[in-house]
């Protein structure tokens, strides 16, 4: 296994064991300090210790990434670059939403803003799994104290699991990234690797999820893991975002990367685990672990894991949610009042809060709080409060929405409507009807809207502009622009970190920002 030494010594040191993991089970594991054979991976709490590794590295990888540490990568990642918000009154994230010398523009001088261009973090997670897949298969069955042969493939499949999840990560931001499948019993001597080209990565992805498909369980057995540590219906649900993501960069080439991912969120729908919440149960959807949730990180209070006086939850509320008079977003209205043309949905009631408002830092979105507070959380160490909710990677209405955008893409606009006004019925929003959707763009134009809708500031809305490529129409962005030839050039990928050529030299920059970034 070759990178860097940097990124595979911390990921292999695995000195990050803090309890930034996923549930209960995994949070009263032991810290681990040393991966070796001849300590470790010696029976089944070893290997659950190394799975809490690779779930804290995940969790640390989507709430880091800034300047000044606010906890918000993933969300700056998703939502701050994707036009859901009008401004950003921070200094190390305001450009992405302001324009100027910001993501927005055709030139990025921001500095400051260069943790948001490293991958490491995401190297660590493949560090990891990479250690699992090598040592779990020679752990004695004697070992494990459940099943053992049920219980490694869960191990291995969550293992594959998350390193898909790292690469998808990666190469959506990135495009072209370094792939490390294996083991390097000797980072400390490794040679640095070149960029891979991002289809062969996606393909190794997809690789992993379909095996990862056969090895893990679609339950868990504990309601403290329900959503928060990988199953069968996860790695459906992941497959199909990439397989959507495979359709997008071969261009349409291949309809099969469509029925496939079709195929995938049948398997979830027809195994019953999952069902949309009701409109006035959204707060429990955020809070996590409920029966919508498919994969989501763990940020709950009662573990010690919610964002204190920092993050994205924290920094976009203010009374009378937080007892606290100032946010830092302002949401963008104009978006908004363009995808919600229906003023009976109820995503209008429990997204937001105070609409009307003259000042645009006044509006707020509350659907991680609950309309009426419901996951705010009054702690001894806070009593400004925090906000006691998962960070939603993947959830029923997304697949749901997720298929419909295939369906559109084939052109089925029965099929395309049907998800789409199973969705929209959990919020009172008025039935789309076929006959108004006789062209093709307008259907996969509707598809985007309600997956603005429903997921906004979810951490999605910048994936699904740049793979249905409305990223350049302005309408579809509350009259905010991406230009059409910066698009073509591949600018919508993110710059590699100039601290990454430092380590690495046969790294090469992403086009669009050659000579751009200094």
């Known amino acids: 296994m070759t990178l860097s030494k940097n990124i595979l010594i911390a990921g292999l040191a695995l000195l990050l064991f803090v309890p ?37 590295l995940v969790r640390k990888a989507l709430t880091s990434n800034t300047e000044y540490n606010q906890y918000m990568s993933h969300f700056a990642y998703g939502s701050l670059a994707a036009f ?25 001088i921001g500095s400051y803003l260069q943790p948001y261009h490293d991958w490491s973090p995401y190297y660590k997670i493949v560090a990891q799994t990479n250690i699992m897949l090598e040592f779990i298969p020679k752990i004695p069955d004697g070992q494990f104290t459940t099943n053992a042969s049920t219980t490694r493939n869960r191990y291995l499949g969550e293992a594959r699991f998350l390193r898909a999840f790292a690469y998808f990560y990666m190469l959506r931001l990135w495009g072209d990234v370094p792939l490390v499948l294996s083991y390097d019993p000797d980072p400390a001597h490794a040679t640095n690797l070149p960029r891979t080209n991002e289809k062969v990565v996606l393909d190794s992805v997809i690789t992993d999820l379909q095996k990862a498909v056969t090895l893990l369980p679609w339950d868990l057995g504990s309601a403290n893991d329900k959503a928060v540590r990988a199953t069968k219906g996860a790695a459906y649900g992941l497959l199909a975002h990439a397989y959507m993501w495979r359709n997008f960069l071969n261009k349409g080439a291949n309809r099969a990367d469509l029925t496939n991912a079709i195929a995938a969120i049948d398997a979830v729908e027809q195994s019953g685990k999952y069902m949309l919440l009701a409109a006035s149960e959204y707060h429990k959807v955020f809070h996590g672990k ?25 920094n976009i509320l203010k009374r009378p949610f937080l ?9 963008n209205l104009d978006l908004i009042s363009t995808i919600y043309d229906d003023e009976d949905d109820l995503r209008l009631k429990y997204f937001f809060y105070n609409l009307d408002a003259s000042e645009q830092f006044d509006v707020t979105i509350c659907k991680f709080a609950g309309s009426n507070g419901e996951n705010v959380y009054h702690g001894q160490e806070n009593i400004m409060g925090s906000v006691d909710a998962n960070i939603i990677i993947m959830r029923y209405a997304d697949l749901l929405l997720l298929r419909a955008e295939a369906y559109a893409d084939l052109g089925n606009t029965g099929a395309a409507i049907k998800d789409m006004n199973t969705v929209r019925a959990r919020s009172n929003a008025y039935a789309l009807e076929e006959a108004d959707y006789g062209d093709q763009y307008d259907l996969q134009a509707e598809v985007l809207l309600e997956r603005s809708r429903e997921l906004y500031a979810e951490g999605q809305r910048w994936y699904d502009l740049v793979r249905t490529g409305f990223l350049t129409e302005d309408w579809a962005n509350g009259w905010l622009t991406f230009p059409q030839s910066r698009y073509e050039e591949e600018g ?23 000579g751009k970034v200094r």
């Open 20 to 56: 930034f993991t996923a549930c209960k089970k995994l949070l009263d594991q032991t810290p681990i300090n040393s991966p070796y054979a001849e300590v470790f991976w010696k029976n089944q709490q070893d290997a659950e210790q190394g799975a809490a590794g690779a779930y804290a």
């Open 290 to 314: 409920s029966a919508e949730g498919v994969f989501e990180i763990n940020m709950q209070a009662q573990y010690g894991e919610h964002q204190v006086a920092k993050g994205f939850y924290y």
């Open 492 to 514: 919508w990928k993110w710059p590699v970190a100039r601290s990454l050529f430092q380590t690495n030299n046969v790294l090469t920059q992403n086009k669009f920002w050659l």
């Open 323 to 331: 007892e606290k008079d100032k946010k830092l977003d302002a949401p």
């Open 84 to 108: 859901e918000f009008q401004d950003y009154d921070q200094y190390d994230v305001a450009s992405l939403v302001k324009g100027g010398d910001g993501f927005n523009s055709a030139d990025f």
